[in-house]
């Protein structure tokens, strides 16, 4: 298999969503035999084509297929170890705000809104 021309959303929403019936789904090759040949092509080159496309489309299922079984092999792990999403996520949180809080631009905020705040309560109105 050429992985030069392959592209692979590891992005896709619907990542982490492929149950185990999503598995055993056949793929629709009979849209592309319906389809008129492009022109310029021989009945060999068609054909062979249309091979390629049937291996891969074999390939991307195998592909769904491994990549299901090691998502649910990575929450079983992190389940026996305690980790959650949650709390990876308040992880992430934590660190984030953090990060916030020590940049340049928050600290000069928080300082200029400190004086301000300071010459607002001292004023007479």
């Known amino acids: 298999m050429d992985s030069a021309g392959q592209d692979i959303n590891l992005n896709s929403p619907n990542k982490g969503l ?28 068609e054909e062979e084509l249309r091979a390629e496309l049937t291996k891969v489309e074999e390939e991307i299922v195998t592909l769904r297929q491994v990549l299901a079984a090691k ?11 305690g980790l959650s999403t949650l709390g990876g996520l308040k992880q992430n949180l934590s660190r984030s705000w953090h990060d916030v809080q020590v940049s340049n631009a928050y600290v000069k905020t928080s300082e200029k809104l400190g004086e301000w705040n300071e010459k607002v309560t001292q004023s007479d109105l």
Do not use: Q, Y
């Open 18 to 45: 492929l149950s185990d019936s999503m598995t055993d789904v056949p793929v629709d090759t009979g849209v592309a035999a319906r389809t008129p040949a492009i022109e310029g092509l021989t009945e060999a080159e």
């Open 71 to 81: 998502e649910r092999h990575c929450g079983e792990l992190k389940r026996r170890l």
